[in-house]
Every structure is written in C-alpha cells, then in structure tokens.
DNA sequence: AACGTTACTGGAAACGTTTCCAGTAATTCT
DNA sequence: AGAATTACTGGAAACGTTTCCAGTAACGTT
C-alpha cells in the first residue's frame, strides 16, 4: 500500500495525495475529503523511510540515555518526550549500555536518522573536541555539568543542576545539625561522572567544617543497582562505627542505605542519619522517609528541549542553564547523639 | 557525506561500496580495506532512510510500551532488547499514553518503519478481530493473558504469568495464615487489564477459604502512580480497622501502601499483612522487605522475543505462553493478631 | 590456443515519498 | 471580449541506498 495506490484509489496523482497528507493549502474540499477517505479505510500510513529520505531535513529528535532503568531519568524522559511532540517533532530514543561511547552512539543515530538535535541523558561527560566535531548538530546534555574544563564549551549546551554546589548544601545540612563522621555513597560507572562533582562537594562541605577528610569515610560501589549500593553501605557500617550519616549521591542508592543501616541493628535517622540528592517518587514512601534535594525533572527535560530547539531553529546559541533543587525534609536526618 | 562520496574517494563504484558496507563476499581484500578506511576517516553513516526504503524487510522490531517509567518493566524491557540485539535485529521503542490505543499505535509504527514484528508490553488488552487485521505482522503481547475469550487467540502470540492464578496463590498466602479481612489494592488504567485478571484470582481464594467478599474491602485508584496507591490504601484503612491484610496488585502500589499502613499508626506486619505481585528490585530494600510473588522478567522478555521471531522467520506459529512466579518470603506477612 | 570458470567490479533500476515546475480551467478585471 | 489572475492539479526529478545484471580480467583446463 502506497501513496501510488492511494492516489489511483481516489483518482487523482501522486502530488495530489502528498499535498493532503501534508496540508498543503492548494487543494480542493472535495478533493481532499475524497483522499482522506481512502486513506482512512485502506489503512495506509506513510512510509517514513521514504518520507525522511526526500525531506531536506526531519523532524528527529534523538535522545542517547545511558540506562532506562535509572529511576530518576523516568519524569526527566517523560517531560523530554513531551516537549519535543508538543513542539510538533518526534523523539527518536537510543538506550546505550556501559561499554558504549555514548557520543559515537549520537553521531552514528544524527547521521542514520537524520537528526536535528540531540539530547545526551546520564552519560560521562569526557568529551573532546574531536569527537564533538564528528557530530555536527546542536546538542544538549542533560543531567550534569561540565566542571572539569576538558570540555569546549560552547560547542554545546547544557541544562543540569549544579551537582558540586548541591553536594556541598546537602553536606551541611549535616554538618550544621552536628555531624563530624559522615561517609559518602558513590558510584563509579564513569570516572568523569556526576559522581565525582558530588564527591568535590561533599570535600567542600567537610573542609569548610574543619572536618579532615577520611578515605575510611568513602566508598565507592562499582555498579549502578541497589544491591552494590546496599554492600557499599554494608562495608562502612562495618568499618566505621563512629560514623553518624551517609550522604548518598543517588537517591535510589540512599534507599539501600538506609535498609543496610536497618539490617546493622541501627536506626535512621537515630544512629545514623541518611540524605542523597534526586527527589524520586519513591523515596518519599520509604519508612522513614527519605531527605533528599529534589531536582526538578520536568524542568530539567523541558529546559533542555528548548535550549536545543532554539539552536536547532536558529533563535539562540548555545548555553548552559544551571537549575536548582529544593529540600525535602524527610524523616531521614536527625543530630547525633 | 553519501556513498557516492565514499566511493569517488576510494576510487570504486558505489555498488562496491555498498558491498562492503554489507559485508557481501565478491569484493577483494585490497578494495575493502580502503573503502573501510575513507569510511573510517570520514565518520560516514549509511543514511537508514534509504537503506529501509529499498530492502524488501526491515530488520526492525518494534516495541510499543504504556508507561516506560513502570519500575517492573526496567528489566523486561533490557531483556527484550538485549535479545532483539542479540538476534541481529533492531528494536524501535514506542511509548504510548493513556489515552492511545497501542494496537492502533504499533500498526502505524509498523507500517512507517517496516517492522517485522512487534512487542506489545502493557496494554489494555481488549483487541477486536479487525483491529489485529489491521496490523498485518507477528505480533507476542507482553505481561497481560487473555481470559476474556474476546480475542482472536490464534491471530497472534502471548507470554506472561497466569495473572489470576498468580493473584489466587498471594492470596493464599494470606489465607492460609489464617487472614479473613484481607483488601486488595486495583488500579483502573484501563478496563480489561491485568488489574481484573487479579481480582478475579483474589475473588477464588476468598471463595475457596469461605469467605464472602466485602466491597469495602475493595479498593481501586484511578492512576497508576505511588501516590494513588497511597491514598486507595488511606481510604482502606479508614473505612476498615478490621482489615488485617492487603494484597497490592503491584508492587509499587505495595510500598505506598505499606507507607500508609505505617503512617496510620499500625505496623507491617504485626497489625496489617502486605503482599504483592511484580519482585521489582527496590521492593526487597524496603523495611520490612516486601512479600511478593517475582516474576521472572528477563524470561518473560527473552521468551517474547524467542516467539516472535520464530514467528517472523516463519519456524513456528503462535503460541501462547504462561510462565511461573517464585514467591519471595519478605517480612511483610505475617500471621493475623 | 581457445574456452569455461572464477573473482571482482560498475551501471542502472528500484524503493516511496516530496516538491518544483508547468499546465489547465475557472474566475475576475479592464 | 480578451487578458490577467487565481485555484487547483499532474508530471517528473530527486533523495541515498541495495541489488540485479552485465561486463572484464585473470586463471586454470582441455
């Protein structure tokens, strides 16, 4: 079933046909209520291949996430999807694992699909110029900073929050209500990652308290699932019993703190206080409940598609958009004994 | 960057271009390393538009999902996914909301990528004859059985647990410790879903153990999200104090329910009994640990998958297959005071 | 030496659209 | 009435691939 078809069914050309599938002004009622009637009844949709293959340009969107899985990339994905269908283009979505460059992932999806723009979600952000050049179209990277410098910054635009500045404010609300031994939860999936900007700030926060940082304190989880974040937890209560918070870079890694604080025999927040930054729907039905800086992940997918809509149509350059958490107060923080 | 271009670099014909792009046999060594190599300098891309629009099939399947952030489906999907990649295909992710109808859905997917097969994972599941004629490819639904006898079973392919019986086992869990109040936690999003299969299965345990159902005991959210759950669970607990237990169709809803529960001042489970169907990952890091009923996710994808494509490469017909949960002894049932 | 094979290569058609250009009929203007 | 405009329609080229077919050169065989 072809547009050929259609057009013989209804009998009128091939042109014809294409400018009522497309709204094109120039064509009569009659003509077009005939044609749409067809189309309607011999189910024809159009084939797309042949349809970007013709067009100058498409009407992608690609968005490269490095695991689906993660819960706090749902809203974000949700409110990236709805953003670029309200402005009338369509997300094309490319999950890639950890081996893959998520960079060459991007490239290789703009040029095969014809892209306008690109998201990156949760990849490592070790970029160089060279492979920045290999992708020739505006994108946008979601969900962490680039405060390495290794990076060409105007090159591309960025939405995230501040992960160091907010590491550090969710250390002192520790720090403030007393804490001295508070370990850090990280994981390690990428070495120049999120978690190594939360780790800067959690060292801000403790240096700044006068409190000498200590790598007993610090424990680095190789993976990315709960279970590797509840044996991290695990090996610092074991080593460390005078220590009185875990501040864990993830929400979803906080929840399995908190279970392993509980298995150990102590109490949250009581013996041993927990917070994170995330804000997922699901750490606030923990018992007790999580306190955690919520990221605003409907902003942060909105923002991104707008940033990138706006390079991808000529209105503005590239920037980079910091935006900021809000704390939820939990059950999950308390002062030492 | 076309082939075209490729090919006047290398000094050959587009055709051998191709050839080696594809990996065709009649093309000699000397010629294929070049061509790889000003294909490598020039970080060519085939162009998929043209590369779909002239082969005879696609080597896409196609997977059209209703809520991508449904925690349960994270690894069913990886599952699907990674055998889809693993069979040499290539998997085209739809997402579909509450409003569309994903039959409708994943037969224009069909048409406009050529898919050869498709993977519906958590629809409603009230398909007419003529609707799956619409879709003219193999087509394996995901998650959900078909026990309404409205469908036209040999038109296409299923794998999932047997939601009823599943439901009827948790809620023998229960009964079998002696619990006669037990309420059950729905969700609506659509009318013939897994929700109703479940009810039934709770309705014949009920029945079985000689207890007569209580609507009040019935409790069913509008939305699927935790919050809807929390609040069903809330009305429960109201409207019932002698309730001692609750089966969740799911277990998110479980962990909000298992949160209202705790914050109406009882406790999980020496007051009120938790259980579920689902095993997702967090479910077994909160406290208590939740009892559920895992089903086996990655098997439930790899399986779609193994049935659809011996379906697309014609080695097998339909079929329809149950597959079996294992119960996870959580801490959240216990027997009634 | 002539021939059939084999190994490789190039030309060209085809896939299903969109869009430019040209053409026709109807309508309005002078 | 004739010219100019308008409203609509059809033909054909183009997009970037793959693949069929034909062709050439080198080689072994009789």
Known sequence: MTIRDIAQLSGVSVSTVSRVLNNHPDVSEAVRRRVLEVVQESHYVPNNSARDLVRPQSDNIGLVVRG?????????????EAAVEQAGYTLVLHQIHSGEDEMMAGASLARSKKLRGLVLLGGC?????????ALD???VCCTYTNSFGTLAQDAYSSVSIDDQMEAYRAVRELTARGHRN???????????????????????ALEEAGIPLDPRLVEETGTFDLSAAYEGARRLLNRCDDMTAIFAIADSMAIAAMK????????????CSVIAIDGIEI????????????????????????ILLDMVEGRAGNRHVLLHTTLRNGESVHAPK
């Open 125 to 133: 952000c070790d970029y160089r110029s060279e492979t920045i050049a």
């Open 283 to 306: 750490s606030s039905y923990t018992v007790p409940t999580l306190t955690t800086l919520i990221q605003p992940a409907d902003q942060l997918g909105g923002e991104a598609v707008r």
């Open 182 to 204: 508070i370990a850090v939860l990280l994981d390690s999936t990428c070495d120049h990652s999120i978690s190594q900007l939360r780790y800067k700030g959690y060292c801000r």
């Open 137 to 139: 179209i505006p994108f």
């Open 260 to 271: 392993a604080v509980h298995d150990s025999g102590r109490r949250v927040p009581e013996d």
């Open 68 to 80: 689906i899985g993660n819960p706090f990339f749902s809203p974000v994905i949700h409110a990236i």
